[in-house]
C-alpha cells in the first residue's frame, strides 16, 4: 500500500510561482509512475502531468507546457510539480497519484493523495 500526501499548495497572484511536493510512504515508490492531477469547482478532475518510474520521461498537458515542470527524486519517495506564470484557470485542488500504468486517465490510478488547494488570484 502507498500512501500520498501533497503539500506546497496555497494562494498566489497571476504570474507567480509555486512547488508542490509530494511524499510517499513505502519501499516501492519507484516501481510507479506518477502523475499529478487536478479539479476546478463544478469541473471533473483532469490530467496535468507525469512522469516515468526513474524521472527520465515526462509528459505535460497543453495547457502548461512550458510553465509547469515534473520531476521526482526516489531516493526521497518525493514527486514535484513546479508551477510557473500562475493564471487564475490554473486555481484548483491538485492531487498526486501513483500508478503502474503510463497513463493519462484517472482511472490508471491505484493510490491518490488528500489534494493541496491551489488559488491565483488576478
Known amino acids: 500500500q502507498v500512501q500520498l500526501v501533497e503539500s506546497g499548495g496555497g494562494l498566489v497572484q497571476a504570474g507567480g510561482s509555486l512547488r508542490l511536493s509530494c511524499v510517499a510512504s513505502g519501499r516501492t515508490f519507484s516501481r510507479y509512475v506518477m502523475g499529478w492531477f487536478r479539479q476546478a469547482p463544478g469541473k471533473e478532475r483532469e490530467f496535468v502531468a507525469l512522469?516515468?518510474?526513474?524521472?527520465?520521461?515526462?509528459y505535460n498537458v497543453d495547457s502548461v507546457k512550458g510553465r509547469f515542470t515534473i520531476s521526482r527524486d526516489n531516493a526521497k519517495n518525493t514527486v514535484y510539480l513546479q508551477m510557473n506564470n500562475l493564471k487564475p484557470e490554473d486555481t484548483a485542488v491538485y492531487y498526486c497519484a501513483a500508478s503502474m500504468a503510463h497513463a493519462m486517465s484517472d482511472t490508471e490510478y491505484e493510490h491518490w493523495g488528500q489534494g493541496t488547494q491551489v488559488t491565483v488570484s488576478s
Open positions: 512522469v516515468g518510474r526513474s524521472g527520465g520521461s515526462t
